[in-house]
């Protein structure tokens, strides 16, 4: 029997870790390919596990990068980039002791990526992104010296301004303020690894950490953009994919490819299918109305208040139900959801157990966040849409605020819910192209 081909995906986050079992679904008929998911201790492993269950046995393989990391069950907290001025034997101290950390943290890092390439033996590697200083480096490291093919999977929208707009992204310290010495090597090594924004300067990430990266070859020459390291960056959007032309000029030449994202062809079956992807919706949530309409909900910003956020989610859902008799909740995959079922108590509200892939084509009013990936998919399925503010959720709405949201509520009702039919445009098949890779 002819071995199968492996594919190996390293998922730093939920979201990747979510867009990775897309992929797989899209090739679940596809035998003779055998699928590796690879994920960050930030990962919510046992979900991911439990959603790959449906796949069977010998197709999807879950493995935790980081088991000793895990288990120490430490919460992410907020990263604080602030620059403070220590004194000089202080600054020594922490030097040194830092130094220690990330060369140990590096090998044990590069160790445990030889491990995995060596058992799985891939054919192909895929990326979520190849731009952060984390486990990605390690494999982009050893794919090269074995010739392994690297590829940046279309899952989500990254940008060098939404880097730079949250303000827990990235070193950063007044232009006034005097740099530290880092900092100023770094600057020296490569100009292309500060931005300016507004009075600030910015650097992607610590400088220090970013010095010693670069001594133990791991540096990223661009960390604001994907393509840095990866051999091919396939991405679904438009401007993403001439942010990266920008940054990288010539070395995108051959490498950068605008495709469908890894959700597409699921979500034009859900969309070819919209009547019985409605039908099922009305009977499992008891729906009654003729228009579906679904709340997309985001996730929540590190440093954003979890109080503030809830609040104004049960004011965007009671706003909805004042102008629809019934909605469906999306949360997104890294949402609690046993800190949102207080939603449901909003008579009409359902929270769905789907993923939003699968019922977006099904949408004749969808309601997100206007800084939100799904755009692309909303604009592409011509569904009617009412957008809020992203950063609006950081603080409790005003009266004027769910006025002003409340109002496109009532205008999205009055023009009607119902799309007409319509063909979407595809571009090529990530999935297929993958194939055609290995």
Known sequence: MESKKTILMIANSDTGANGFLSFAERLQDRREIRLVMVCHPRVQIGVIRGKAGIFGEGYLTILDFDEKERQKGKKEVNRDYKY???????SACKAVFNTAKIVVQNRQGLHRAKNIIKNEKPNIILLYADNKSELEKF?????????IKTVIAPICLSDIEGVLLNPSNGFRQKKADKLPISAKIVRRINPKLEKEYQDQIVFFSQPFVE???????????????????????????????????????????????????????????????????????????????????????????????????LYN?????????????????SLHPKSDLDENRFLEDYEGCHIVEEPLRKIIGAADLIVYADISSIFRWVDWLHIGKVTYQSYSMQEKWSDDMVREFRAKLADAKKAGTVKDTYEPNRGIDFAQFVLDCI
């Open 84 to 90: 403070v001025r220590d004194k000089l034997y202080v």
């Open 139 to 147: 494999f982009v490291y050893c794919a090269k010296r074995q010739g």
């Open 211 to 309: 010095i010693i990266d670069r001594l133990m070859g791991f540096g990223v020459p661009n960390p604001w953009v994907q393509g840095s390291l990866a051999d091919v960056v396939c991405t679904a959007y438009r401007e993403q994919y001439d942010e990266i032309v920008s940054e990288l000029g010539q070395s995108a030449q051959g490498r950068l490819f605008l495709t469908e994202s890894v959700e597409d062809g699921i979500i034009i079956e859900g969309y070819k299918n919209r009547e019985s992807v409605k039908d099922m919706l009305a009977k499992k949530y008891a729906l009654h109305q003729e228009a579906t309409v679904i709340i997309a909900f985001s996730e929540r910003v590190q440093q954003w208040s979890r109080e503030n956020d």
């Open 313 to 329: 989610k049960g004011v965007i859902v009671q706003s909805v139900l004042s102008a629809f008799d019934e909605v469906l909740v």
